[in-house]
């Protein structure tokens, strides 16, 4: 049987050949979106070269199909060669919608790519599916500063492409028993100018890892001030976490922006958020919403933050967050988990 839609490739972006974990979440929600299109596949498209093992993960993460495009000088990103392969690969295999992770990396690419391929992408998407009559990808984002949710539709034009921010999709669990195919493409790079030269590659390791952290310990405007932060940081550090702010915090200048959580900044998921001085604004909780367990420490017991939160503790953060490092250190002192 013909299938009605083209597929759904998924980018997978890689360093040091690991997959980065926004391209298994956006492999969970292709498995979602082609439930809805009938005969489509989910294929997932690796670049470069001895990435053997990142195609079958990718596989075991939910892709029907591995586009493997083998070339050594594929190994390193490079905007431009990278754009020339996902296009001539997109013009060869036609897929209905291309999904690739909002990271640094990945806004620059999906950009080069659809302007090249003259076709639609909606950036830093929150939300997708397909729109039951006309089968169409609908692209949610906020919009207006996030003051109004918009869905975008790219009827006219193909492929529909969207990036999504890493922590927003859940990844599937790995299933190593899933099977797969991997359609290995001997990719040879046309003759490009040469636009630029690698003298060194330096990994970026200042990037708050702030989605994947199990545990973030986040200050608010009830920190009172840069040096606030120094215990949220010690407590975070103890239960193997990240510190997280709210936007007045970042925006009174006592944290950098990599650090906020919310509708403007960074959506998490972690095991345990406390929220410290956090009063509970709307454009925050959306960010935070998914956590596990979520403890909130403020002085006014009618913050709004009470009203989500697992755990309350009403009272003076400067007091309270000592205190926990205290009796949480004593703990882990006593299982041998951290040296007295
Ligand atoms: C379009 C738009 C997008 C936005 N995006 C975001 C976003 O991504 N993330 C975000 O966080 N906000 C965002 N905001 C801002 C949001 O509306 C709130 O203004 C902001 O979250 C408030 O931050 P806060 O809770 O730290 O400050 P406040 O609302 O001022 O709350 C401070 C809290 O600290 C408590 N407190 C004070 N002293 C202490 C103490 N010593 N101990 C304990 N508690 C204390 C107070 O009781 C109070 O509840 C956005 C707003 C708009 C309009």
Known sequence: MMAKHGNIFVFVEHYNGHAHPVSWELLGKARDLVQKLEGSEVWAVVLGDGLDSVCEEAIHRGADKVLY?????????????YQKALVEMVKKYQPEIFLIGATLEGRELAG????????????????LDI??????LAMTRPTFGGNLMATIMCPDHRPQMATVRPGVMKE???????????????????????????LELIPVTSEVNLQYAPVVVAG??????????????????????????????????WISDEYQVGQTGKTIRPVL?????????????????????????????????????????VGDLHRVVPALTKKFRERLEKRGEVKA
Do not use: W
């Not at 729109?131 to 169409?136: A, G, H, V």
């Not at 195919?181 to 001997?186: G, R």
């Not at 596990?292 to 697992?310: G, L, M, S, T």
């Open 112 to 127: 080069m790519v659809a302007t090249e391929l003259q076709t639609g992408l909606t950036a830093d998407c929150t939300g």
């Open 220 to 253: 608010g405007k009830g920190v009172g001030g840069p040096e606030g932060f120094k215990i949220l940081r010690e407590l975070a550090q103890l239960l193997g976490g990240e510190i997280g702010a709210s936007r007045a915090a970042v925006k009174a200048g």
């Open 172 to 198: 599937l669990p790995p299933d190593p028993k899933r099977k797969g195919e991997i359609i290995v493409e001997e990719y040879h790079l046309p003759a490009i100018e040469k636009l630029l030269d690698i």
């Open 131 to 136: 729109l039951p009559d006309k089968e169409l």
């Open 273 to 313: 958020y406390i929220a410290c001085g956090i009063s509970g604004a709307v454009q925050h909780v959306v960010g935070i919403k998914e956590s596990e367990i979520i403890v909130a420490i403020n002085i006014d017991e009618n913050a709004p933050i009470f009203e989500i939160a697992d755990i309350g503790i």
């Open 69 to 81: 495009v083998k070339n050594k000088e594929l190994n390193e990103y490079i905007n431009y060669k």
